[in-house]
């Protein structure tokens, strides 16, 4: 089992950056695939971008590609989500999941609010 507890969320311009972390703790964070997920007022949540555990390989939602980058760093037991050229409609609560098979998230942080002004 593990936590996870998301931060770096914000206040930002449009075209600006933030980095999104996830911390998590309990368990060897090698062991999980990580995802980052997104839900905007009234929308339902989506999918953003994943890691896989062992790997590294990266999958985007076509939203994002080119504009945000997941990582991890397995020894930090921490994953990221680097966030570019920001755009109103990033706005949202970012949550950070992780799971021990590839696209099944057992796991969910909090969330951590990104909000992105015109």
């Known amino acids: 089992q593990v936590q996870l507890v998301e931060s770096g969320g914000g206040l930002v311009q449009a075209g600006g950056s933030l980095r999104l972390s996830c911390q998590g703790s309990?368990?060897?964070?090698?062991?999980?695939?990580v995802g980052w997920f997104r839900q905007a007022p009234g929308k339902e949540r989506e999918f953003v971008a994943s890691?896989?555990?062992?790997?590294?390989?990266?999958y985007y939602a076509d939203s994002v590609k080119g504009r945000f980058t997941i990582s991890r760093d397995n020894p930090k037991n921490t994953a990221y989500l680097q966030m570019n050229s920001l755009k109103p409609e990033d706005t949202a609560v970012y949550y950070c999941?992780?799971?021990?098979?590839?696209?099944?998230?057992?796991?969910w942080g909090q969330g951590t609010q990104v909000t992105v002004a015109p």
């Open positions: 999941a992780a799971g021990p098979v590839p696209d099944e998230y057992a796991y």
């Open positions: 309990g368990s060897p964070f090698s062991r999980y695939h």
């Open positions: 890691i896989r555990g062992s790997s590294s390989r990266t």
